[in-house]
């Protein structure tokens, strides 16, 4: 692991630890400048990120937790079948602002059709969905399309909320230098790598200033540092207060998380955290 | 009307950055008319006017089977159903009338006697019809390859069918024929008028088709209810 990889993972710890963005971002900056005016090795100088990330806790505290908003997404009683096959069976997730919801379950148990069900794109059997405020929703893939520039994109989604070009084009950049991307080349979408098409597909889903925002496996082809800023990224938009739903398969996220839905067809759950919330009960 | 313009405009730029597409979007009607050119000149002009409906109808499928996942996303971003058929039917009427312009020159250089006036309404027609007709398709059939092999049916019926039956008014592409049979044969006035009639009435018709379907597909549903930020 080298320096940069070193800092970014003692970042990822800090946001992880809650510690305020601020002091977050001073003691980094410190760090680096520690490492290129001194030299040496990271992890002789400082140590393990997490433990020197833990000893900064130990120091300075933590960032109060954002106290949860009233209900932005309320789902309840979903139920959805595809000819005999039951995929989702009284599914219920409320999500505050604030907070971040993980839908976790095994693959074809129904995450993607719950998250197309709250966005209003497929039409459930039975139960409903009450949104309060803007709706922002990013598909696992497709979303995007083929023959536009990325500031096209920014500009078509802009021009839905009624901003005008150089805004939206604006937006869409700085939305997307979060994810690490500099999205004003002159490369049409489907030349863009699998990752960086996904960082287009997660920036528009953010760019009409959502209220409740529903991602479906948004990290496909993420590289590691994409991922760490991913999920900053979404702590940021937790602490601004969206309520945000997130499908994932990767658990050892769920730390980072608020509640969890598991959408798994069985009524063994014991490995959750508390705060999990049963689809098939 | 902003967001109608913007979803034009991208449209155009879509189909004017697929090069391949386009130059076979005019190769098409040009084969139509030499292909038939030895024979009687109606004919060639004809099968020219098809050609250009054949070839906008399909980018018509394409564009629609396209956007098919990004449009229920653009409906969450704040576009209405109308704002994005109408727009990409505005789109597609610009690429259809830019490609018809060579066309409408071609027999025009090649020295024919028509009534010039009458191949433009002609023209006008057979885009007018071909770009929510291409669309309908696209949206009633969400793989191309169905929608290819309807395009392919409807267009050979266009061709085989007997213009003066009663059937052949049935066909989407039957005004500009009626039309072309007036520019190219002087015919009497007759022809034009029904021809106008009937690509008006076809076009109609097929816009309220395409807005119903769009308008079905990208509804708000009955079971989400949103309510203002508190």
């Known amino acids: 692991m080298n320096a940069d990889d070193w800092l970014r993972t003692f970042t990822a710890e800090l946001h992880q630890r809650r510690v305020a963005a601020d002091a977050a971002r001073h003691v980094v900056a410190e760090a680096a400048t520690h490492l290129r005016e001194g030299g040496g090795d990271p992890w002789v100088v400082f140590g393990p990120p997490h433990q020197y990330a833990a000893a900064i806790v130990e120091s300075i505290g933590t960032a109060p937790g954002p106290r949860p908003g009233p209900v932005r997404l309320h789902a309840r009683g979903i139920t959805k079948r595809y000819g005999r096959r039951t995929v989702l069976s009284d599914a219920t997730l409320t999500v505050r602002a604030g907070q971040i919801a993980a839908v976790v379950g095994a693959n074809g148990c129904g995450k993607s059709t719950f998250l197309r069900i709250c966005a209003g794109l497929v039409s459930p059997d039975a139960g409903e969905v009450t949104i309060s405020g803007r709706l922002g929703y990013c598909p696992q893939s497709g979303g995007t399309a083929d023959f536009l520039l990325a500031d096209e994109h920014f500009v078509l989604v802009g021009a839905g909320q009624g901003v005008a070009r150089g805004p939206a084009r604006r937006a869409g950049r700085a939305a997307a230098r979060q994810l690490g991307w500099e999205a004003g080349g002159d490369m049409l979408a489907r030349h863009l790598s699998g990752g960086t098409r996904q960082k287009l597909n997660l920036t528009m889903s953010t760019l009409s200033n959502p209220d409740v925002l529903l991602l479906d496996e948004p990290y496909q082809g993420f590289d590691q540092g994409t991922y760490v800023n991913f999920w900053d990224q979404l702590a940021r938009l937790r602490d601004a207060g969206k309520a945000i739903v997130v499908v994932t398969h990767l658990l050892n996220q769920l730390d980072r998380v608020d509640t969890v839905l598991d959408l798994t067809p069985t009524p063994q759950s014991g490995w959750l955290a508390p705060g999990v919330q049963g689809g098939h009960p | ?230």
């Not at chain 2, 089977?65 to 009427?93: D, F, K, Q, S, V």
Request: aromatic share 6%; glycine share 10%; with cysteine.
């Open chain 2, 1 to 230: 009307m902003n967001r109608l313009l913007t979803v034009a405009e991208m449209t155009l730029r879509e189909l004017l950055r697929r090069r391949g597409v386009l130059l076979l979007l005019l190769l098409m009607p040009l084969t139509f008319y030499l292909i038939r050119r030895d024979a009687y000149l109606g004919q060639s002009v004809r099968s020219l006017l098809l050609g250009v409906g054949w070839a906008v109808s399909t980018a018509a499928l394409f564009a629609t089977t396209a956007a098919r996942e990004l449009e229920p996303r653009l409906r969450l971003a704040g576009y209405r159903p109308h704002h994005l058929y109408l727009g990409r039917m505005l789109g597609l009427w610009t690429v259809g009338l830019v490609i018809s312009v060579p066309f409408f020159l071609l027999p025009l250089v090649d020295g024919a006697e028509l009534r010039y006036a009458g191949l433009a309404a002609a023209m006008l027609c057979s885009v007018g019809v071909a770009a929510p007709f291409g669309m309908l398709i696209g949206a009633l059939l969400p793989r191309e390859l169905e929608g290819t092999l309807l395009l392919l049916t409807v267009v050979t019926v266009q061709m085989l069918i007997d213009p003066a039956g009663s059937g052949a008014k049935l066909t989407p592409f039957w005004s500009s024929r009626e039309i072309a049979t007036w520019a190219v044969d002087h015919t009497d006035e007759g022809y034009l008028s029904r021809g106008a009639l009937h690509g008006l009435a076809v076009t109609t018709l097929l816009v309220l088709g395409v807005a119903a379907v769009a308008s079905v597909r990208l509804r708000r549903r009955r079971h989400l209810r949103h309510l203002p930020v508190g």
